[in-house]
């Protein structure tokens, strides 16, 4: 099989996509499949699409793939869905590219039911129920994994980290999380790009960013309308309780089968970050489906299907 994606990994801080495509990528180099990233080549059997616009690591858009479809017929078309306008409050005009991506999909990957949901009730998508599914994301287990032994000793450590600078990923919230923590047995860190706090540290990746969330004690996160955050995942598989905005969107699936408190506004926040405190070890996790394993699975598992029909598949209508 030859799979060529839109997107070619790179191993940096980059988002939650570029961290499944490095993670997908080296598990199907493993299992015998030729990956490649330019639409030049013959014989491709699926084109993955990561994002059908031409963008700084992603040098295939959505007219090429028609070229290629229409020279190649036989080739597949799988769409993995991990963002839309939404989060920018509608301003980015994603959404119709993505629907018209939809249009010559053989199979659309979306990343949560939450953004599922939303194209297929908000923007009246209704001809995707038939042709897609739902895969929720997982991070590699070889750098996040919680600590051995972990103690609520001296200053209690919250953390959050984002890539972004986008406003809907909790800055106001953060930075009155930073005045308030000053005058308590509390330290706030933000790992990133830009913020107004105190102590922002980074941006890290891979062992680098799990060996700081493992310092830590409790996550947050005020990010909205996520689609599958993969910090949040990142975070719960290095062992951290979690306390996440209600309008989180997505995030809502991941956390709600692990240990984790939501919270309306900053007053809440903060009156359920002493609850974990009080009640630490009472948070357990699931670590097992967190891991980019079982993801990765599920996503060859659609990929043998629509390579080869006769292929029976493992996971049938399994939201992870």
């Not at 009246?124 to 997982?138: D, L, M, P, Q, R």
Request: aromatic share 12%; net charge positive; hydrophobic share 35%.
């Amino acid at each position: 099989m030859k799979v060529c994606f839109t997107m070619k990994p790179q191993k940096a801080a980059f988002g939650g996509g570029n961290q499944f495509a490095l993670n997908f990528v080296d598990f199907l180099e493993k299992k015998k499949v030729k990956v490649v990233y330019d639409l030049g080549e013959s014989n491709i059997d699926i084109i993955f699409i990561m994002d059908p616009r031409i963008l700084k690591y992603n040098h295939i858009d959505l007219s090429q793939i028609k070229k290629y479809k229409q020279k190649y017929p036989k080739t597949k078309i799988i769409h993995r869905v991990n963002d839309c306008d939404k989060p920018r409050g509608d301003t980015n005009n994603l959404d119709s590219i993505l629907i018209e991506t939809f249009k010559i999909s053989d199979l659309i990957i979306f990343v949560s039911q939450w953004t599922k949901n939303y194209f297929i009730n908000e923007k009246n998508c209704k001809f995707v129920e038939n042709k897609s599914t739902v895969i929720n994301n997982g991070c590699n287990f070889n750098y996040f994994y919680p600590p051995t032994k972990k103690n609520l000793k001296g200053k209690i450590k919250i953390i959050t980290h984002h890539w972004s600078s986008n406003s809907n990923k909790g800055k106001d919230i953060y930075e009155q999380l930073n005045q308030w923590v000053k005058d308590k047995n509390y330290e706030f860190i933000y790992i990133g790009r830009e913020s107004n706090v105190d102590h922002k540290i980074g941006p890290f990746f891979g062992l680098e960013l799990a060996n700081q969330l493992r310092k830590a004690h409790i996550y947050v996160t005020a990010s909205q309308f996520e689609n599958c955050p993969m910090h949040v995942i990142e975070a719960l598989a290095c062992g951290l309780p979690l306390c996440y905005s209600n309008n989180i969107g997505g995030g809502v699936e991941i956390a709600n089968k692990h240990g984790s408190e939501s919270f309306d506004n900053f007053e809440e926040l903060t009156q359920k970050i002493e609850k974990i405190t009080n009640n630490y070890n009472n948070y357990p996790m699931n670590y097992k489906l967190l891991n980019s394993d079982l993801s990765n699975e599920k996503y060859y598992d659609e990929l043998l299907y629509i390579f080869d029909n006769n292929h029976k598949k493992l996971f049938v209508n399994d939201v992870s």
